[in-house]
């Protein structure tokens, strides 16, 4: 291992290796460290880059980010895209995800596997299993770091890029919401908030306060038992279902998106609610691909197959007869659907409203389980600018340290568009910036 660097990387998933690849091939020398026994983390449970396609779709869907954060991830990210292709990875042609957003499917597995590659053949360090136990700082500069096993490592640059805080549950409640640490984890168990531990400990600003986070709804009381779960057992549909909390009442506008469903789920009752679909919503959707290219998982039957709680009503009044021990009156369901059925048929207002599909669930049999929310990064996390920069509670960059992917907060502020497209820009940014020493302006 060499005893002084050019970059270190503290974590080695796709902001990381992106840095990583990108530094070895601009000449620069590098040290990957990861606590895990292999790279990737969370990127390969992956499988689109995208994002906001405009300043303006941006703004409207995440108001409350950074705005500098914003740009930069909207105007850098044709070029990360281009750079996935560079290293010789087949990228998909531009599709629509979400309602708004545009990106490209890719292996993210090939990938990662493609960087550290790139970092080895250029004659940089990836060291697996290595704990960073502190960042070293010398006169208010970050010089490196202590490493287990390993010792201390000189870099003129340190990035971190460890995944988040998620895996911890004492910073999940402290950072997240107070009932975060009792909800699913969807993502690696690596990630737990060891970039963001170190960083406060050498003084930089966190952030912001009430970010949210990024998850999906699955059903409830079904534990992940493999990674293939995190996407099969997501309950994506969603947004073209009816969801009511214990109080048998809807209290979000469900198609905006599962994910921010998700976080208005956390703040209900005991977290869990009562998603109902029609035979339309389970043809059209529940058995359909979320995104064009993506394999379709029957999510009603993978829900029941693994003991969730799930159950059909041939029609609308069969809904009554929901099982007493779940805790929701199916009376007032089947009330609430049927008010909903008519004010949507009539055109009228719905309360909560419906943005993005106002159609009637009026056609039997009827789906349903009961979903809680699972998270898979949070959007608290270390400040940077937009030269991946760690900052200062003053708001001036901590010189010598970068921050990228999940452990960097302040892009997203309870909405979301696309973390892979984050990590990837900003793990490029963060190179930009050793390169130059300020970063890409």
């Known amino acids: 291992m060499a005893d002084e660097v050019d970059l270190l990387v503290v974590g080695a ?10 530094a070895a091939r601009a000449g620069l020398s590098v040290l990957v460290t990861e ?27 995440n108001p409350g980010g950074d705005v500098a954060l914003r740009h930069a991830l909207v105007d850098r990210f044709a070029d990360a895209v281009e750079w996935i292709r560079s290293v010789g990875v087949e990228v998909g042609a531009p599709q629509r995800i979400l309602s708004f957003g545009r990106g490209h499917r890719f292996d993210t597995n090939h990938y990662v596997d493609t960087c550290r590659r790139i970092v080895l053949d250029a004659g940089g360090s990836v060291r697996l299993g290595t704990e960073t136990e502190r960042l070293t700082v010398d006169g208010g500069i970050v010089t490196g770091a202590v490493l287990r096993p390993g010792g201390a490592v000189r870099a003129r640059w340190t990035l971190l890029a460890t995944g988040g805080l998620q895996g911890d549950l ?13 909800i699913g984890l ?62 048998n009442e809807r209290f979000v506008d469900e198609t905006l998106g599962d994910h921010l469903t998700t976080m208005a789920l956390l703040d209900q009752p005991e977290s869990r609610g009562l998603l109902v679909a ?82 009637p669930l009026d056609e039997p049999p009827y789906y349903v389980i009961e979903a809680e929310p699972a998270i898979t990064f949070a959007f608290h996390g270390v ?17 010598g340290l970068l921050a990228a992917g999940a452990d960097a907060g302040g892009l997203w502020r309870r909405a979301y568009a696309g973390g892979l497209a984050a990590a990837l820009v ?6 930009e910036t050793v390169s130059n020493g300020t970063g890409t302006g």
Do not use: C
């Open 13 to 22: 998933g796709m902001a990381g290796l992106t840095a990583a690849a990108r």
């Open 35 to 61: 606590v895990a026994e292999d790279v990737g983390g969370s990127a390969r449970f992956a499988g689109y880059a995208w994002t906001a396609p405009s300043h303006e779709v941006m703004t409207a869907q």
């Open 170 to 182: 004492g910073l999940r409640a402290a950072h997240v919401h107070p009932d975060a640490d009792r």
């Open 186 to 247: 969807r993502a690696n168990p690596h990630s737990r908030g060891g970039g963001y531990r170190l960083a406060t400990a050498a003084g930089a600003a966190t952030g912001p306060d009430d970010a949210g986070f990024y998850g999906h709804l699955v059903p409830s009381g079904v534990p992940f038992t493999d990674p293939a779960d995190f996407v099969d057992l997501s309950l994506y549909y969603s947004e073209h279902a009816l969801l009511f909390n214990l109080a």
């Open 278 to 359: 029609d035979a339309r919503v389970f043809r059209d959707w529940i058995v359909g691909s979320y995104v064009d290219g993506a394999v379709a998982v029957d999510k009603f039957a993978m829900a029941s197959k693994r003991g969730g709680r799930a159950g059909m009503a041939e029609d609308l009044d069969d809904l009554t007869n929901l099982p007493e021990e779940w805790g929701y009156a199916g009376k007032a369901v089947r009330d609430g659907v049927a008010l909903f059925n008519e004010r949507a048929a009539a055109g009228e207002e719905l309360v909560p409203g419906r943005a993005l599909d106002r159609l």
């Open 383 to 399: 400040r940077i600018d937009d030269h991946a920069r760690v900052l200062r509670p003053d708001g001036s960059p901590l010189p």
């Open 426 to 431: 900003f793990g490029l940014t963060a190179t």
